[in-house]
């Protein structure tokens, strides 16, 4: 299904499917003898959602092995990958607080429970930014669950792509304290010209020593097509399997700034690294890709900026 301006979501479709199933990710990711992360919340945060297909995943239930053809969205590289991108966020906030830094704001934060399993300094407030509906299951599930915030944690249910930042600053985000800001998988869901008004709020919300985790599309224009190509091939295999959700279509493509260029123009200082790097760094081979499906991986990077 096509995108519309103000579209809204849950967690079992359009956009928010796209959260749970990065949850499952997280869920394999936390698995196994040696993990590489460790969520406790994925696997519950999948089953309260409802989605058979990914709960079957995530418990276990169901190989990822046997789902799809292992390509660069296939479920058989899911966990590795969210494995990465996880530890990667999860590091750079726990080496901002280090830091000192005691205000944190993740956007986009779906199912996100960095606010519930990550050791805070006492005195940090964390600000998670959602639309309302997946903020409120999110926060009722937890709940429900028994868990509490490891932070002052200050829930913001406002559509990025409206005044986010007026509703962030009413609910007590202080723009004079450095301020660590996370956007994980989030910049292709946007258009091109709301990608640059978000980095562009970002900035002037940030004052100096402010620290921004991301990631980078090289050639995002054609790399955006090219996900949605892959995602539709992975999806029509998933639903042999019972997946019946459609999520095709969900990211803005044409021209768009590089995100590492916009930064460094833009007052800050960035460094970017390859999702193969980052794997090696923390000791994991991923999973092979042949032919043209490794352009994707080759064209993604993670980046850490830190305003001046």
């Not at 006492?122 to 915030?149: H, M, R, W």
């Not at 399997?241 to 095709?248: A, L």
Request: glycine content about 8%; overall charge negative.
């Amino acid at each position: 299904m096509a995108r519309t301006d103000d579209d809204t979501w849950d967690l079992s479709n359009s956009v928010g499917a796209t959260a749970t199933g990065v949850a499952v990710g997280r869920a394999l990711a936390s698995r196994g003898p040696n993990p590489l992360i460790s969520d406790p919340f994925a696997e519950p945060l999948v089953r309260a959602v409802g989605v058979n297909f990914f709960t079957r995943l995530a418990s276990g239930e169901l190989d990822p092995a046997h789902v799809d053809d292992n390509g660069d969205f296939g479920m058989q590289r899911m966990g590795a990958m969210m494995g990465v991108r996880t530890r990667f966020f999860d590091e750079f906030f726990l080496a901002a607080a280090d830091a000192g830094i005691r205000q944190a704001v993740i956007l986009a934060s779906g199912l996100d429970a960095r606010a519930y399993r990550l050791p805070w300094p006492a005195g940090t407030t964390v600000f998670e930014i959602d639309q309302a509906k997946v903020i409120e299951f999110k926060t009722s599930t937890l709940t429900e669950l028994g868990a509490a915030p490891t932070a002052d944690r200050r829930a913001v249910p406002v559509d990025l792509r409206h005044d986010w930042p007026a509703a962030l600053r009413a609910a007590g985000y202080d723009p004079a304290q450095p301020t660590a800001w996370s956007a994980e998988g989030l910049l292709p869901f946007l258009p091109p010209d709301a990608q640059d008004r978000l980095l562009d709020n970002i900035s002037a919300l940030s004052p100096a020593g402010s620290q921004l985790a991301t990631e980078n599309l090289q050639g995002a224009g054609d790399a955006v097509q090219t996900m949605a190509d892959r995602m539709r091939e992975v999806t029509d295999q998933w639903r042999d399997h019972g997946f019946d959700i459609e999520m095709t279509d969900l990211w803005y493509a044409g021209d768009r700034n590089d995100v590492v260029e916009y930064l460094d123009t833009h007052g800050w200082a960035t460094t970017a690294t390859s999702v193969p790097e980052l794997a090696g760094a923390y000791g994991l081979s991923l999973p092979a890709v042949t032919g043209d499906r490794t352009a994707t991986l080759a064209s993604l990077h993670y980046v850490t900026a830190i305003r001046n």
